[in-house]
């Protein structure tokens, strides 16, 4: 408590034993608002500054209202965003969320404040008196500000779709927020193959701190996209609270017995611009035993990029080149790619892929077993190490 100014000689703050989280030892602070006068908000703060200037800011913070108190009020949390270092230049914009509907209960509130060229914050804990005289308290934890970071993780490859051999593919998707203390929007956007139906228009939700979602059949049930393959954009604000995703994709369905392969999601420096994948494998266009190889691209860039796949059987160029054109924020799959080079009658379990892009994009290969349908992402990797 000791960082924090109250505003007034009303308003008390003091380190309490109660936490948020549980977390011995760690505490919270229990503000105490004795104004004299009725409906009197009154304010804790401190200022903050910010590494780099930041075009908008997330506050957030947890506040508890213990029940059996005489007096009744609310808890802000509030930010007003400045221009320098030091909190003192008119306020660039004021944002305020409110705190506890309830008692006995931590309750998250949380809301953005926009710049541009915010270089501090003045962060405040409100505390407002509806009655005359007496005491009405608070406590407040995981007080936090974060500049605005705009972030994708992408899932480069998902299904409800016919597959060959008799198999038919579908990608669960779970979604989880990390963040021990705010919410955070998520903004969903499945694009699919060329050719295909699908709506690209966003799905948007909220998910509570420590929250997760699983979204079973996520192409065919949640984008309401059956019969199409592609890639999924999962949309957010970093700076609200970090997201991690991951995604299985799979045959047949559930609850019969399923073989499948795990698809991250990726972040969005994660794309290449020349890639190698090792250990394909090929059986000559014999589905009834062996493996076969399928390999695909997802352009997130705003202009179409060119894609060339060149295989090789123990370090030796088969068929030719394979060169496309991705358009903007496109996914598209080779099927086969050992006979789309040229290569279709080649057995092999020892070739290697290497993919260049005129810009940067998620490429991805897949591996299957034609016997039992199982698949195996074989992940992205540098072709050459610096030298």
């Known amino acids: 408590?000791?960082?924090?100014?109250?505003?007034?000689?009303?308003?008390?703050?003091?380190?309490?034993?109660?936490?948020s989280l549980g977390e011995a030892g760690s505490g919270s602070a229990l503000v105490s608002n004795i104004a004299s006068t009725a409906g009197a908000q009154l304010e804790l703060s401190q200022c903050v500054v910010l590494s780099?200037?930041?075009?908008?800011i997330f506050i957030a913070g947890r506040a508890r209202v213990p029940s059996g108190q005489a007096r009744t009020g609310q808890v802000f949390f509030a930010g007003r965003t400045f221009a320098n270092a030091t909190c003192t230049s008119p306020p660039i914009s004021v944002s305020t969320t409110g705190g506890p509907t309830s008692f006995d209960a931590w309750i998250f509130g949380g809301a953005g404040?926009?710049?541009?060229?915010?270089?501090?914050?003045?962060?405040?804990?409100?505390?407002?008196?509806?009655?005359?005289?007496?005491?009405?308290?608070?406590?407040?934890?995981?007080?936090?500000?974060?500049?605005?970071?705009?972030?994708?993780?992408?899932?480069?490859?998902?299904?409800?779709?016919?597959?060959?051999?008799?198999?038919?593919?579908?990608?669960?998707?779970?979604?989880?927020?990390?963040?021990?203390?705010?919410?955070?929007?998520?903004?969903?956007?499945?694009?699919?193959?060329?050719?295909?139906?699908?709506?690209?228009?966003?799905?948007?939700?909220?998910?509570?701190?420590?929250?997760?979602?699983?979204?079973?059949?996520?192409?065919?049930?949640y984008f309401a996209?059956?019969?199409?393959?592609?890639?999924?954009?999962?949309?957010?604000?970093?700076?609200?609270?970090?997201?991690?995703a991951f995604s299985r994709t799979y045959t047949p369905s559930l609850p019969a017995p399923t073989n499948g392969t795990g698809i991250p999601a990726l972040a969005q420096d994660d794309v290449r611009t020349r890639t190698v994948f090792v250990g394909l494998a090929h059986n000559g266009g014999d589905l009834?035993?062996?493996?076969?190889?399928n390999a695909g691209v997802y352009n997130p860039r705003a202009a179409a990029i060119t894609v060339t796949f060149s295989l090789y059987n123990q370090g030796a160029l088969v068929g030719a080149p394979l060169t496309r054109t991705?358009?903007?924020q496109e996914p598209y799959q080779v099927n086969d790619i050992f006979t789309a080079v040229g290569a279709g009658g080649l057995v092999t379990r020892n070739a290697t892929l290497v993919v260049t892009a005129t810009g940067g994009v998620f490429p991805y290969v897949t591996v299957i077993d034609n016997q039992s349908g199982d698949s195996v992402y074989v992940p992205a990797q540098d072709e050459r190490a610096p030298e």
């Open 225 to 244: 996209a059956p019969s199409t393959a592609g890639a999924i954009e999962i949309s957010y604000d970093a700076g609200q609270a970090p997201v991690v």
């Open 52 to 56: 780099s200037p930041a075009a908008s």
């Open 288 to 293: 009834s035993s062996g493996f076969r190889t």
């Open 113 to 221: 404040v926009i710049g541009p060229g915010v270089q501090s914050v003045l962060l405040s804990v409100e505390l407002k008196k509806n009655e005359a005289g007496g005491t009405f308290q608070a406590y407040v934890d995981n007080i936090v500000v974060r500049a605005s970071t705009p972030s994708v993780l992408t899932i480069p490859a998902s299904a409800s779709i016919q597959g060959n051999n008799s198999t038919f593919f579908q990608t669960d998707l779970w979604i989880s927020n990390r963040s021990l203390a705010a919410s955070v929007r998520l903004s969903l956007t499945y694009r699919c193959f060329a050719g295909q139906t699908c709506s690209s228009t966003p799905k948007t939700f909220i998910l509570g701190p420590e929250g997760q979602t699983l979204f079973q059949n996520a192409v065919g049930s």
């Open 326 to 328: 991705w358009a903007a």
């Open 1 to 19: 408590t000791s960082r924090w100014t109250p505003g007034s000689a009303s308003l008390t703050a003091s380190w309490s034993a109660q936490d």
